[in-house]
Nanobody
């Protein structure tokens, strides 16, 4: 089976850090791009960051640049999102998603569109208190 499982969420104070993990099974990770998305209460889902596990190209939303870093450990079939300088506006459920390289449209919609991705995890919660 193909499965993505997020972990690493929790509750931190403003200025703190978290490292989220996206563990993949049932796929060859080096044939996929992995994107991170988030959805805050009452808000629509938005793209955060993404990475190609083939050529290591990355994309970041403006709010993530300079604070968040995405990287991949293909041997462990895991993609990470390091989040620093967290603020209350970062409170959300964070999801990872996979796009098969060479068959889908990634990154022709910019790398951060939900329509570029085919496989989704179930999310991990991040809460940032002021």
């Amino acid at each position: 089976e193909v499965q993505l499982v997020e972990s690493g969420g929790g509750s931190v104070q403003t200025g703190g850090s978290l490292r989220l993990s996206c563990a993949a099974s049932g796929i060859n990770l080096d044939h996929y791009a992995i994107g991170w998305f988030r959805q805050a209460p009452g808000k629509e889902r938005e793209g955060v960051s993404s990475i190609s596990t083939s050529d290591w190209s990355t994309y970041y939303a403006d709010f993530a640049k300079g604070r968040f870093t995405v990287d991949s450990d293909n041997a462990k079939k895991t993609v990470y999102l390091q989040m620093n300088s967290l603020a209350p506006d970062d409170t959300a459920v964070y999801y990872c998603a996979a796009a098969q390289l060479g068959f889908g449209v990634w990154p022709r919609l910019g790398g951060l569109s939900e329509y570029e991705y085919e496989i989704w995890g179930q999310g991990t919660r991040v809460t940032v208190s002021s």
